[in-house]
Antibody, heavy 120, light 109 residues
């Protein structure tokens, strides 16, 4: 079964840091680019960051550029999001999602998400 | 920057009725890069449509997508009880790399 499982969320103070992980199983993780997408409470979806399959390219939303770092370990079938200088507006459920197709550019497999709360 | 707008914000319909959801882009986008997702409360989004009109694996044929340029439509031909959810359109390319619309909530009348 193709599966993505996020972990690492929690409560953190403004200005703090957190590292999210996403464990992939059931498919050839190293062949696919990956994404992080977040959803603030009661709000819509917001793309956060993407990374190519070989880690040669990374992309960030303007809202997180310079504060968040995406990375991956293909040997461990894992995706990461290092989040620094966290702000209240970063409070959200963070989903990892497989970048399913390099032609159509959709996200076809999603994890259940991990919740991040930034509050003093 | 391409901005996606979805309408209506909320659609109140009964099971068996037809749902028509709109996604409008602030400038012309390639239909190749237009996708639709369904999200139910407490769940992750699920891919429904990609390439504006191709159904993802396992998606029932009551879901269909159409459109080009700046105007795209998701149609649910006959609503089933499990179809009441929030629907998002998504566009790839430009800045930001992926953009999502604000969503349309389909709820039961």
């Amino acid at each position: 079964e193709v599966q993505l499982v996020e972990s690492g969320g929690g409560l953190v103070k403004p200005g703090g840091s957190l590292r999210l992980s996403c464990a992939a199983s059931g498919y050839t993780f190293s062949s696919y680019s990956m994404n992080w997408v977040r959803q603030a409470p009661g709000k819509g979806l917001e793309w956060v960051s993407s990374i190519s399959s070989s880690w040669s390219s990374t992309y960030y939303a303007d809202s997180v550029k310079g504060r968040f770092t995406i990375s991956r370990d293909n040997a461990k079938n894992s995706l990461y999001l290092e989040m620094n200088s966290l702000r209240a507006e970063d409070t959200a459920v963070y989903y990892c999602a497989n970048w399913g197709d390099s032609y159509y550019h959709y996200m076809d497999v999603w994890g259940r998400g991990t919740s991040v709360t930034v509050s003093s | 920057e391409i901005v996606l707008t979805q309408s209506p914000g909320t659609l109140s319909l009964s099971p068996g009725e037809r749902a028509t959801l709109s996604c409008r882009a602030s400038q012309s986008v390639s239909s190749t890069y237009l996708a639709w997702y369904q999200q139910k409360p407490g769940q992750a989004p699920r891919l429904l449509i990609y390439g504006a009109s191709s159904r993802a694996a396992g998606i029932p044929d009551r879901f269909s997508g159409s459109g080009s340029g700046t105007d795209f439509t998701l149609t649910i031909s006959r609503l089933e009880p499990e179809d009441f959810a929030v629907y998002y359109c998504q566009q790839y390319g430009g800045s930001p790399l992926f953009a999502f619309g604000p969503g349309t909530k389909v709820n039961s009348k």
